[in-house]
């Protein structure tokens, strides 16, 4: 028909093409339009301050996406599992502090731990509560980053006073004539300084590191708490440095502590076992062996929480956040057990703060029948020394 208008082909009154079809400059301006708006990002992006984020300003909480209408349910346990960690870690420190004759190097770092403990506890369980019961599981990028070197600093510090538990004991045990000359007040004072200056650079590089990415992706996080690698998950760009960060954490502490820590207990136990008899050889052998459980659940479940997203190990969310929330109460919890209750001296202390009365094994004081008699004391009295 040579009267129909074809918008395609635009042409004269006569039927000659005067350009292109009108199709391809719309295709053109199209393509035009894309390629500004391309420019304009690229542009954005390099006038960008290093570090900050593309998209998002705050992340969510999914630390347990099977059990969306169940949640509310965990945080009975999870609350009193921490009130308990919080009242024996608590207790104990006071003991510690009150008592005169505590004030020790092995008992001091136990009080180090208390406060390690509680600290590490109380950054994550509040807030992990509130999400479980309120949905309250929203955080800022900032208070991601802060969360995140708070958890990873008290890990790494804890990490070194165990350490500095066992060469502690080590001496102690092994060379107990130069324990005082060895273990003086400088030599606490640079293994105070080492902690502090070890956690704070490397934990500080992982999170500059973490600040350092960009997250134009998802903003849900599938944790309870800002983890290093779950939050790395997120970022959109290259995360060798950050994944390889994550790596060197590991073999800083795990690779070099746990050697060191297997190393003094061994060293004890063989030094125990051939000076002792059979009664002090198995307490010594239950002591150190609790020691060691204790402290390679911390490093074991510690291990797979932060390896499972660097190893790309298929780990269930809800599971890795069992894992991780673990890895920060258990050892919370059974450290007031294992280094307070169990230790004589402590026990004594906590009697005595407490004015608890108590039976005590004491010798005959006047003429009688011999051997050991019981009788009842108030908490000022202090029991003979264990053998």
Known sequence: MKNAVHLDHPQTTDGRQVGPPLSIKLLRLEGLRLGL??????????????????????????????????????????????????????????????????????????????????????????????????????????????????????????????????????????????????????????????????????????????ASLQFCGSNVLQHCYCDHMALVGLACGDTRSSRAAGLAVIVCFVGVDIPLIFYSYLRILSEVLRASGGEERWKAFHTCGTHLMVMMTFYLVGSVTFLSHNLNIPIPTDANTFLALMYILVPATINPVIYGVRTAEIRNGFYALFKVPRKVKVAPSGPGPGGLQTVRCDGTCRAPPST
């Open 37 to 210: 708006e391309t420019s304009r990002r690229r542009w954005h992006r390099t006038r960008m301050p290093a570090g900050q984020n593309l998209t998002h300003t705050t992340f969510v909480f999914d630390g347990f996406p099977e059990l969306q209408g169940h949640r509310h349910l965990l945080a009975l346990p999870l609350t009193a599992v921490y009130v308990t960690a919080l009242a024996g870690n608590a207790t104990l420190l006071c003991v510690v502090v009150s008592a005169e004759r505590l004030h020790a190097p092995m008992y001091l770092l136990i009080g180090l731990l208390c406060v390690v403990d509680i600290a590490g506890a109380s950054a994550i369980v509040p807030s992990t509560v509130l999400a479980l019961l309120f949905d309250q599981n929203r955080i800022s990028l900032a208070g991601c980053l802060a969360q995140m070197f708070v958890t990873h600093f008290l890990s790494s510090v804890e990490s070194t006073l165990l350490l500095a538990m066992a060469l502690d004991r080590y001496v102690a045990v092994c060379r107990p004539l130069r324990y005082a000359e060895i273990m003086d007040s400088s030599v606490w004072l640079k293994l105070l300084l080492f902690t502090v200056l070890r956690s704070s650079a490397i934990i500080g590089t992982l999170v500059g590191l973490a």
